[in-house]
T-cell receptor, first 113, second 113 residues
Framework: AQSVTQPDIHITVSEGASLELRCNYSYGATPYLFWYVQSPGQGLQLLLKYFSGDTLVQGIKGFEAEFKRSQSSFNLRKPSVHWSDAAEYFC???????????FGTGTRLTIIP | KAGVTQTPRYLIKTRGQQVTLSCSPI?????VSWYQQTPGQGLQFLFEYFSETQRNKGNFPGRFSGRQFSNSRSEMNVSTLELGDSALYLC????????????FGQGTRLTVV
């Protein structure tokens, strides 16, 4: 069964600092990987996705993620965070033929001035 | 282009009652998935519909059911409500395969008292 681990429940960074959110997945074949962001009281917005090809994917809002098969990881990065990036971030995995998304438990990001 | 619309946004029900939640997908999208989000269990897949057929189902009791209409709008129903059913219920739509790019609505916040 596919699973996702986000080891960091809560991360605090200063505005303007760099950010890396960790995501590890467990799946036998090549997974489809996603990062979603959720602001309080809102639904989920897709930041970026990986299906195949280039292992470094660019997303919206200046985010990028790198797929590392050897480490079963898909970490999210941003070189300089803005106060508006404060939210909860979810990593998710899916696969061809399996229509459900399996989500990690999320990482809450706090930005300090 | 309008996004995914979920109604109502907030709902308060009493234990033992039943509830119906509605989801209107993005125009042209034929796949609709439902997720339950709680602080304790996180985001969990309920079911997915495509062209009025349930294509995948999560591990929820039979009290949770859904359907999809010919215009792709979907409803989910929860019968005999329990306190533990209190959650944010999220609907996501996609063009074809739900595991490629899902667009989420803002959710329906259900409180069972």
């Amino acid at each position: 069964a596919q699973s996702v681990t986000q080891p960091d429940i809560h991360i605090t960074v200063s505005e303007g600092a760099s950010l890396e959110l960790r995501c590890n997945y467990s799946y036998g074949a090549t997974p489809y990987l996603f990062w979603y962001v959720q602001s309080p009281g809102q639904g989920l917005q897709l930041l970026l996705k990986y299906f195949s090809g280039d292992t470094l994917v660019q997303g919206i809002k200046g985010f990028e993620a790198e797929f590392k098969r050897s480490q079963s990881s898909f970490n999210l990065r941003k070189p300089s965070v803005h106060w508006s990036d404060a939210a909860e971030y979810f990593c998710a995995v899916a696969s061809f033929g399996n229509e459900k998304l399996t989500f990690g438990t999320g990482t809450r990001l706090t930005i300090i001035p | 282009k309008a996004g995914v619309t979920q109604t109502p946004r907030y709902l308060i029900k009493t234990r033992g009652q039943q509830v119906t939640l509605s989801c209107s997908p993005i125009s042209g999208h034929r796949s609709v998935s439902w997720y339950q989000q709680t602080p304790g269990q996180g985001l969990q897949f309920l079911f997915e519909y495509f062209s009025e057929t349930q294509r995948n189902k999560g591990n929820f009791p039979g009290r949770f059911s859904g359907r999809q209409f010919s215009n792709s709008r979907s409803e989910m129903n929860v019968s005999t409500l329990e306190l533990g059913d209190s959650a944010l219920y999220l609907c996501a739509s996609s063009t074809d395969r739900a595991n490629t790019e899902a667009f989420f609505g803002q959710g329906t916040r259900l409180t069972v008292v």
